[in-house]
């Protein structure tokens, strides 16, 4: 039964309400995907692998065998991005082959059945959970400290004792194979990377090639500086990240400078860490080179990725609060000395 209150609309309205209503909303044709099932690529050649259309252009024109290879050939990081695109990369990229080669790698190492054991042990058998859980050294990029201090100066004036303010920066880069190059420079990052390896090292000057190892989160390195009296520099170091699987920090525990023998150094590629293995810090085999313990310049290291190399904030100047840290710094520094 029709209500007594109802109201007629003419025609003409009501087809100009509706015009209206449509001009308002926005189609969207994306809607229309909610609630289809998305299938990941299977390995070329699997059991699982059935003929199926994908709505998606990107996945019509481009094969899976073909994109399952491409993902294969990502490193991790890369592998995250790309799981950003759409979900199924994101399902694809789960796939434990892609995450089982790159603990394998950066593991390398512990072995593989040390490795497998690791992995039933403390990760529930799941190889992208132990990347993003398990403490490793990253190879993408450097490992950055930035250090200051203060220096005194020549005094021109009686009324003033010029100090200087010295910034330099301590690089670490790690390889898979159990060695790391290390230089010591006021360089800025972007200028020193591209000697940061084995073959352009040769010819850079101050860049000195060690060893380590990793032992849960602790890091001992150590390199060998050749001369008249080599010298042996000792590194103590605990990996840490600012969030899981990051692993882009590293505090220096300890720096400890010691002499050794020439007949204890074979040569600039023998592995110098086997060679100081066991010694305690105030040890040295060298009377003319004392073993020093430094107190000072232990800034904790930052990671840089290669691709941020240029436009890292490390480069920049000093900010305000950090120069008036240094003008406090420099205030004790002249009441010490007067």
Not at 16 to 24: D, E, I, P
Not at 308 to 328: G, H, M, N, R
């Amino acid at each position: 039964m029709a209500s007594d209150f109802a109201l007629k609309v003419p025609a003409e309205l009501e087809s100009a309400r509706l015009k209206t209503v449509h001009y308002f909303v926005t189609e969207r044709p994306w809607l229309d995907l909610y609630g289809v099932n998305v299938r990941p690529v299977a390995p070329f050649g699997s059991v699982s692998r059935k003929p199926y259309i994908d709505s998606a252009l990107i996945h019509r024109c481009l094969p899976d065998e073909l994109l399952f290879e491409v993902f294969a050939r990502m490193s991790p990081y890369d592998m995250g991005r790309a799981s950003c695109v759409c979900r199924k990369w994101r399902y694809t990229i789960r796939n434990p082959v892609f995450w089982r080669n790159a603990c394998l790698k950066a593991w390398q190492l512990a072995g593989v059945v040390e490795n497998y054991k690791l992995l039933q042990s403390k990760y529930d058998g799941s190889w992208r959970k132990m990347w993003l859980l398990g403490p490793r050294l990253r190879t993408d990029g450097l490992y950055v400290s930035r250090n200051t201090y203060i220096r005194a100066g020549i005094a021109e004036w009686k009324i003033t004792n010029p100090v200087h303010i010295v910034c330099y920066f301590r690089y670490l880069r790690f390889f898979p194979s159990g060695r790391f190059l290390y230089k010591n420079s006021s360089q800025k990052i972007k200028d020193v990377v591209k000697f940061m390896n084995f073959r352009a090292s040769k010819a850079a000057d101050s860049v000195f090639g060690g060893h380590y190892t990793l032992s849960d989160d602790k890091v001992e390195a150590a390199v060998l500086y050749p001369g008249m009296r080599p010298t042996v520099l000792r590194i103590r170091l605990r990996l840490r990240g600012t969030t899981a699987g990051a692993n882009n920090r590293m505090d220096l525990l300890s720096l400890v400078t010691s002499g050794v023998n020439d007949n204890e150094v074979g040569g600039p590629d023998e592995d110098i860490l086997g060679v100081v293995e066991g010694w305690q810090d105030d040890e040295t085999h060298n009377p003319d080179v004392p073993a020093i313990s430094h107190k000072r310049g232990l800034t904790p290291f930052v990671f840089v990725p290669f691709e941020e190399v240029l436009y890292f904030t490390l480069d920049l100047t000093l900010k305000p609060q950090s120069l008036w840290k240094i003008f406090a710094d420099c205030n004790k520094f002249l009441l010490l000395d007067s």
